[in-house]
């Protein structure tokens, strides 16, 4: 169990670090966050929680003036495959490095094509989410548009809920029934996260919150949120905290204020 999140919005960076923090009961073995910042896809992560790269981001000069980008993904990790290390925290980029992506869920089936993917692309680490990275760059290749190819790794071999962010401004949610996935809009801004209650910290009581059905494809750019497909039915395979004292750290509401 994991969580993952994406914003759309005014300093991006830092408000998705804040929905990770609000949703440490998913994990906080490691951190990882990805942005755009003058065209370029950029990541950044530790083998550490999410507070302390919050932190390193909010009290670092240089960091911080990456916060200026309005598009981010960021995750937070209990890890199920792999040791916790640098090499296996989320994000994973992309060889062309046209994409990130983060990852909540075990899909140990992808598994049996790390040989074969290992031949065609550098793979640093021991998870499954690092093989979904390469195998889904595959599918664009092969047919030319995110939104195949992301319907493609659902059918083989996705389990749990991804968000990829393109270094085209382009942010894309998918899940099944093992994972969650919430989005909302608000003030002009786009927030995507594991949990509502994460999402609700940062926005407001009266913010209408909703949850991503399986299969559907979430697709957030400048223009605002896209949901295409009508999704399948819900299977409650697992029963996810839903409810949770977040407001545990009175610096995290002075930034959520601040920012």
Same mark, same amino acid.
């Given at each position: 169990?994991?969580?993952?999140?994406?914003?759309?919005?005014?300093?991006?960076?830092?408000?998705?670090?804040?929905?990770?923090?609000?949703?440490?009961?998913?994990?906080?073995?490691?951190?990882?966050?990805?942005?755009?910042?003058?065209?370029?896809?950029?990541?950044?992560?530790?083998?550490?929680?999410?507070?302390?790269?919050?932190?390193?981001?909010?009290?670092?000069?240089?960091?911080?003036?990456?916060?200026?980008?309005?598009?981010?993904?960021?995750?937070?990790?209990?890890?199920?495959?792999?040791?916790?290390?640098?090499?296996?925290?989320?994000?994973?980029?992309?060889?062309?490095?046209?994409?990130?992506?983060?990852?909540?869920?075990?899909?140990?089936?992808?598994?049996?094509?790390?040989?074969?993917?290992?031949?065609?692309?550098?793979?640093?680490?021991?998870?499954?989410?690092?093989?979904?990275?390469?195998?889904?760059?595959?599918?664009?290749?092969?047919?030319?548009?995110?939104?195949?190819?992301?319907?493609?790794?659902?059918?083989?071999?996705? *389990? $749990?809920? %991804?968000?990829?962010?393109?270094?085209?401004?382009? @942010?894309?949610? &998918?899940?099944?029934?093992? /994972?969650? #996935?919430?989005?909302?809009?608000? *003030? $002009?801004? %786009?927030?995507?996260?594991?949990?509502?209650?994460? @999402?609700?910290? &940062?926005?407001?009581?009266? /913010?209408? #919150?909703?949850?991503?059905?399986?299969?559907?494809?979430?697709?957030?750019?400048?223009?605002?949120?896209?949901?295409?497909?009508?999704?399948?039915?819900?299977?409650? #395979?697992?029963?996810?905290?839903?409810?949770?004292?977040?407001?545990?750290?009175?610096?995290?509401?002075?930034?959520?204020?601040?920012?």
């Amino acid at each position: 169990m994991c969580g993952i999140s994406g914003v759309k919005g005014r300093n991006a960076i830092v408000k998705a670090l804040l929905i990770t923090v609000g949703q440490l009961e998913r994990g906080d073995l490691s951190s990882g966050i990805a942005w755009i910042r003058n065209g370029k896809l950029k990541y950044y992560k530790i083998a550490d929680s999410p507070v302390k790269l919050l932190y390193k981001v909010i009290s670092n000069p240089h960091m911080y003036n990456q916060t200026l980008s309005d598009m981010a993904i960021a995750h937070n990790r209990f890890p199920s495959i792999g040791q916790v290390t640098v090499q296996n925290a989320h994000p994973f980029i992309s060889c062309d490095k046209s994409f990130a992506l983060v990852h909540n869920g075990t899909s140990s089936t992808i598994n049996s094509l790390r040989k074969e993917l290992k031949e065609r692309h550098k793979i640093f680490g021991e998870t499954d989410s690092e093989l979904l990275t390469h195998l889904l760059e595959e599918y664009i290749y092969e047919h030319g548009d995110m939104i195949t190819a992301l319907e493609k790794l659902y059918e083989k071999y996705l *389990n $749990g809920a %991804i968000i990829v962010l393109t270094r085209n401004r382009e @942010i894309y949610a &998918i899940r099944n029934s093992s /994972a969650p #996935i919430h989005y909302c809009e608000y *003030n $002009g801004e %786009i927030y995507i996260a594991s949990t509502e209650n994460a @999402i609700r910290n &940062i926005t407001s009581k009266k /913010a209408q #919150i909703i949850k991503l059905k399986p299969r559907q494809i979430l697709r957030a750019t400048d223009k605002g949120i896209e949901v295409i497909g009508e999704g399948e039915e819900e299977k409650d #395979i697992y029963k996810w905290i839903t409810e949770y004292d977040y407001d545990f750290y009175k610096w995290y509401r002075d930034i959520i204020r601040k920012y």
